[in-house]
């Protein structure tokens, strides 16, 4: 099994940056296809970004176009993500994803086949 571990959360600012990080066991990690998503209580968790096996190619929720990246590090089998000009409505549980297949639509959840914990997000106003 594929553990996946985040780390990196925590309380800052509106407009300031936090980088997240996720680190995966597993020898076949440069093969997964890997995501960001996020949930708030009470709502269904969001795809925030995704990464395959090359690193150019990626695709990005239209909420956190142009402020967040997402990158991957195949020789350490981590993926990060970097978040700016963060706001209030940032605010979340962000949660690290492999799929090992890339046959289902990256933006829904059941195309992954493991999660991390997840690592809390706070933005204040």
């Known amino acids: 099994q594929v553990q996946l571990v985040e780390s990196g959360g925590g309380l800052v600012q509106s407009g300031g940056s936090l980088r997240l990080s996720c680190a995966a066991s597993g020898r076949t990690f440069s093969s997964y296809r890997m995501g960001w998503f996020r949930q708030i209580p009470g709502k269904e968790r969001e795809f925030i970004a995704v990464?395959?096996?090359?690193?150019?190619?990626?695709n990005y929720a239209d909420s956190v176009k142009g402020r967040f990246t997402i990158s991957r590090d195949n020789a350490k089998n981590t993926v990060s993500l970097q978040m700016n000009s963060l706001k209030p409505e940032d605010t979340a549980v962000y949660y690290c994803?492999?799929?090992?297949?890339?046959?289902?639509?990256?933006?829904?959840?059941?195309?992954?086949?493991?999660w991390g914990q997840g690592t809390q997000v706070t933005v204040s106003s």
């Open positions: 994803a492999a799929a090992l297949s890339y046959s289902r639509p990256y933006t829904y959840t059941f195309a992954y086949d493991y």
């Open positions: 990464i395959g096996w090359s690193a150019g190619s990626t």
